[in-house]
């Protein structure tokens, strides 16, 4: 009877440890985490002088998703309003963002940096979607948004 009783107290207390051993690493050996530097560039590719371009407009959203295994989580996002098409600078002169995430487990997760640009000419609208990861081991990354 002894026996049995130290044998079901000997696997309760396996049981015990084992389903609290990641909880418990975790406090004993936290994370590293670091900062990730993102920078964003936004100008226009051609002068859209034609007639055709004359009401065409276009806005941004980019969102900066920060992924750990399954789960997305959004760490910074930001909109920008819409602007005529020739009102945005060339390439020489973009727009520019710096955007600097702090705490990311780099050994666990990633950055993704999606934008949607939507150009609204006369009333048709059309939406384009893109972006880019930035990996694991890499600090600095950098989007150009090509309006």
Known sequence: ??????????????????????????????????????????????????????????????????????????VWQKNYDAK???????AANAISQNILIPNVADNREHLEVLYTLTYDSKGSVMQLQDGTVIAKGVKNGKLSINI
């Open 1 to 74: 009877m002894k026996k049995q009783i130290i044998r079901v107290v000997v696997i309760a207390v396996a049981v015990i440890l084992v389903a609290w051993h990641s909880p418990i690493a975790a406090l004993i050996t936290p994370e590293k985490t670091t900062s990730k530097n993102i920078q964003v560039e936004i100008y226009k590719g051609e002068a859209y002088t034609s007639s055709v371009y004359t009401d065409a407009s276009a806005r941004l959203q980019v969102t900066v998703v920060k992924v750990r295994g399954n789960r997305r989580s959004i």
């Open 84 to 90: 005529l098409l020739s009102q945005y600078p060339s």
